[in-house]
C-alpha cells in the first residue's frame, strides 16, 4: 500500500489551488472465480485490480479522479489534474496524518487461493452430483465459487489514516430441471465475510445442490398462480430483497438528497405498520455486507432505519451529508477504487417481531405463500416494484397447500410497508449484489416470515 509521505503530498497538492476536503483511495485485490457446468469446469479466473481515486470537495461539487498506475509520480499528476478542476480559489492546509486502528470483526481463517485447484473443483462437484441424484428431470447444473480478498487503504485532508482487509467467499448452485416441454430453475446460493472455511463450517454444498434441485423440480410440476388480490405471507430470508429494492433504496441520501424519494422530510413521521423495525447494519460479524469502516474511512454502524413504523434515519455518505446537514452514517461504499462511494447499504433487514408463523396461515383466508422471490423492477422515486415468485404455494384453510408458478408481486413501497399486519421471529439474511452509481457491492437482505394484509398478486 501507499506510504504515509506520499499521501500527504498528493492530498497538499489536490488542495493546492481551491477546494476545502480531498480523499485519497487505494485498493488492492485478489479475485479468484471458478465455474462447473454440466460435469466440467469451464472457467478459472484470477484477477488483481490495482489502483487508487482522489476525491476533492469544491464547494458542492466533487471532483474524481482514478489511476490504475500508483507510483509517485502518477499520483502527482493526478492530484495536480484535481487542483486544477477546483473553481473556489484559495488553498487549504491539510491535517497531519494519523492512523486509526479497527479492531478486526470480521476474521477469517483459510485464503481460497491457499487451497490448490483440485480441492476447489471437488467441492463444486459435490454439489453438482448432489443436485443430479434428485432425479432424471434435472438437466442441467452450474456452480460458481467466488472469493476475493481486499487491501483498502482510505486518508483524506482532515488527518485519517486507516486500513482494512476484507475478505469474501460465495458458492451458489443453480440447477435447470424439464419435462421435455418446458424448463423450470431452483438455485441455492451462500456467501460470507469469510474465507475458504465458510463450506466447511458455515454452509454445505451438497445440500446446496439438492436444494437448488428439489425446488426446480417442485416448481416444474407446479400449476399456474391465480391473479388477483389476496394476503400474502412472504418468507424470510430473500423475501427481503422487497424492503431493500422498493424501500431500502428510497432511504439512501444518494436518493434523498436530490428529491428523488417518496420518503424525502419525513423523518418522524410513521411510514409503516407500527410492527415494522427495519435496520442496516454493517457491524455483523462475517456477514456478506458487513465492513469494519466503508469506502470513507468511517466505522460501520448498526443502523435502525424505522422504528415501530416511525422513520429514524437515513443512510448517509460524507458527501449527500454535507449537503443536507447531516453526519456520516458510515454507509459511503464503492465496487472499486474506479468509483466514488455515495451512500449504499450492507445488511438490510425487517427486525425479528412477536408473531407466529402457524397464526399468520390460520388467519389469513386463501392466498399466497412466497418462499423464494427472484427478480423484479423498481422505481425508486415512486416505489412501485413488480418481483417474481419463484417458489410460491397456496394456502387455504390456514394450511400451505400446492406450489404454483408464474406469480409476481406488485405494489408500491411505501403501501406494503404500512399493509405488513404480522412479523415472524425468524429473522435470515441472504446474500446478493447491488448495483448502484457506485457500482456494485456485497449486500445482505432479510427478513422473518411477514404478512401483508393485501397485496396484488399477478399470474396466469
Known sequence: MLNRKICEQVLELALSRGGDFAELYCEDSRSFSMVLRSGRIENA??????????RVYDGTRSIYMFTSDTSDKSLLQLARRAAEATTVPGKKDIDQLRRMEMPNLHPWKIRTLDVDAQNRAELLRAADSAARSAGEAVQQVTVSMISRECQVQICNSEGLFVQDTRMHSRLTCSVVAGDGKENQTGTASRGAMRGYELFSEVCNPEQMGREAADSACRMLKASYC???EMPVII???????IFHEACGHALE???VQPGNSVFCGKLGQQIASSCVTAIDDGTIPNEWGSENVDDEGIPTTRLVLIENGILKNYMVDRFNGRKMGMPSTGSGRRESYKYAPTSRMHNTFIAPGQDEAEEMLRTMGEGLYASKL?????NPTTGEFNFSVTEGYMVRD???CEPVRGATLIGKGEEILMRIDRVGRDLKLDQGMCGSISGSIPVDVGQPTIRVSKMTVGGK
Do not use: D, E, H, Q
Request: proline fraction near 3%; charged fraction near 10%.
Open 235 to 241: 418468507a424470510g430470508g430473500f423475501g427481503g430483497v
Open 226 to 228: 391465480r391473479a388477483g
Open 45 to 54: 479466473g484470477y484477477s488483481r485490480p490495482y489502483g487508487a481515486g482522489l
Open 374 to 378: 427472484g427478480g423484479g423492477s423498481v
Open 398 to 400: 390456514g394450511k400451505i
Open 253 to 255: 441520501a444518494t436518493s
